[in-house]
């Protein structure tokens, strides 16, 4: 029986979201072709992973080494494509991230298997790998099929899949690494995190968050004072942060954070699908723009089609007539 195997990504010791979507990915093709669902950890001490992983698949695949503990492609290429060919999966699934983007291309050079990359849905039927990306910025769905052939790679959204449950256990295999005693051309000689506010978009209730609409940054503390009535932080589009106008840490989107707030209120945000993807999952969004055809507006539960500079100021007189406030 064949199998399809997920590449893990995990950070901290922690399988990240997109390793568990990439695998309901990977469940939602095995439901229909019986296929096994396994996950590949590589790392230099993460079993911890691999025990989370075991939750949410059949098998494990294991592999640890020291050279491996930070992301390196040529190492964790040499690795995979061992482990593709000792197992021959029918396919092989990454998520759309930095690493799958890096990785996945790579991959199906050596292994000569067809890529399609950022599928938001995906079906294995014939023996044809058949997936959904969006085209357009969003505008058009495309499915997709690959020539035939062995094995296929396949790169997933985030966001696209929703996570299953952890059910059942799968079995954890440690698969010893090929050599990687050969000269690698790229040396990793640090990781640097990124400057954080001290602000955790990730674990705040309430998001007020601002995009290019808001027009300069002197316009911000606007957004500043309703978040802070409603005890909520502010975050950003990426422009803002392109412009400098907030740090790195407060971006929503898919180079940013994802957030799940149980209020999202997006200022002169278009809804592009990169930050959509970021914020799609809030509980509550309520979006302010001036265009009644922004993207924001298929994704927001309320939308009012005004001015922010307008609406703003009388949602913020509004909340503080109601606590009293002068
Ligand atoms: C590889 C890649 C990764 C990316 N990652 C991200 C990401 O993580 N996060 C992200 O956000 N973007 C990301 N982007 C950029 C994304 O494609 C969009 O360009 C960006 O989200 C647009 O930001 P915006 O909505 O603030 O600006 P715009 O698209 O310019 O929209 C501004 C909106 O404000 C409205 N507006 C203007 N004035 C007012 C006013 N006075 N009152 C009310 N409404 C007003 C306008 O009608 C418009 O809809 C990425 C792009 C690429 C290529």
């Given at each position: 029986m064949g199998e399809v195997i997920v590449l893990a990504e995990h950070r901290g010791g922690e399988a990240r979201e997109i390793t568990l979507e990439a695998l309901a990915a990977g469940r939602k093709i095995a439901e229909r072709t019986g296929l096994k669902v396994a996950a590949l950890v590589l790392g230099s001490v993460v079993e911890r992973v691999a025990e989370q992983l075991s939750e949410y698949c059949d098998t494990v695949l294991l592999t640890e080494d020291e050279r491996l503990a930070q992301y390196h492609s040529e190492n964790y290429q040499r690795v995979i494509s061992h482990i593709v060919r000792e197992r021959r999966p029918r396919v092989l699934i990454m998520g759309h991230t930095s690493l799958g983007m890096d990785l996945a291309p790579r991959l199906a050079v050596e292994l000569g298997f067809p890529l399609i990359t950022d599928c938001i849905d995906v079906e294995f039927a014939d023996g044809r790998i058949y997936a959904t990306r969006q085209m357009y910025g969003g505008k058009l769905n495309a499915r997709v099929s690959a020539r035939r052939a062995e094995g296929y790679i396949v790169t997933v959204r985030a966001g696209a899949f929703r996570p299953g449950k952890a059910a059942g256990r799968g079995v954890v295999a440690r698969v010893a690494p090929p050599d990687l005693v050969g000269e690698a051309r790229m040396r990793v000689k640090g990781v640097v995190a990124p400057a954080e506010s001290g602000v955790s978009i990730e674990s705040a209730d309430v998001i007020v968050a601002v995009g290019?609409?808001?027009?300069?940054?002197?316009n911000i503390p606007l957004a500043e004072e309703l978040a802070r009535l409603l005890g909520g932080v502010v975050a950003c589009s990426r422009p803002i942060v392109d412009k400098?106008?907030?740090?790195?840490?407060?971006?929503?989107?898919?180079s940013g954070k994802t957030v799940k707030p149980k209020l999202y209120i997006a200022l002169g945000i278009s809804g592009a699908?990169?930050?959509?993807?970021?914020?799609?999952?809030?509980?509550?969004?309520?979006?302010?723009?001036?265009?009644?055809?922004?993207p924001i507006f298929n994704v927001a539960h309320y939308g009012v089609v005004d001015d922010l500079f307008k609406i703003t100021p009388a949602l913020i007189k509004k909340i503080k007539e109601v606590k009293g406030m002068k």
């Amino acid at each position: 029986m064949g199998e399809v195997i997920v590449l893990a990504e995990h950070r901290g010791g922690e399988a990240r979201e997109i390793t568990l979507e990439a695998l309901a990915a990977g469940r939602k093709i095995a439901e229909r072709t019986g296929l096994k669902v396994a996950a590949l950890v590589l790392g230099s001490v993460v079993e911890r992973v691999a025990e989370q992983l075991s939750e949410y698949c059949d098998t494990v695949l294991l592999t640890e080494d020291e050279r491996l503990a930070q992301y390196h492609s040529e190492n964790y290429q040499r690795v995979i494509s061992h482990i593709v060919r000792e197992r021959r999966p029918r396919v092989l699934i990454m998520g759309h991230t930095s690493l799958g983007m890096d990785l996945a291309p790579r991959l199906a050079v050596e292994l000569g298997f067809p890529l399609i990359t950022d599928c938001i849905d995906v079906e294995f039927a014939d023996g044809r790998i058949y997936a959904t990306r969006q085209m357009y910025g969003g505008k058009l769905n495309a499915r997709v099929s690959a020539r035939r052939a062995e094995g296929y790679i396949v790169t997933v959204r985030a966001g696209a899949f929703r996570p299953g449950k952890a059910a059942g256990r799968g079995v954890v295999a440690r698969v010893a690494p090929p050599d990687l005693v050969g000269e690698a051309r790229m040396r990793v000689k640090g990781v640097v995190a990124p400057a954080e506010s001290g602000v955790s978009i990730e674990s705040a209730d309430v998001i007020v968050a601002v995009g290019r609409g808001i027009g300069e940054k002197i316009n911000i503390p606007l957004a500043e004072e309703l978040a802070r009535l409603l005890g909520g932080v502010v975050a950003c589009s990426r422009p803002i942060v392109d412009k400098g106008w907030l740090p790195p840490d407060r971006q929503v989107g898919s180079s940013g954070k994802t957030v799940k707030p149980k209020l999202y209120i997006a200022l002169g945000i278009s809804g592009a699908f990169q930050h959509i993807m970021g914020m799609m999952n809030s509980q509550l969004i309520i979006a302010v723009n001036k265009d009644p055809n922004a993207p924001i507006f298929n994704v927001a539960h309320y939308g009012v089609v005004d001015d922010l500079f307008k609406i703003t100021p009388a949602l913020i007189k509004k909340i503080k007539e109601v606590k009293g406030m002068k």
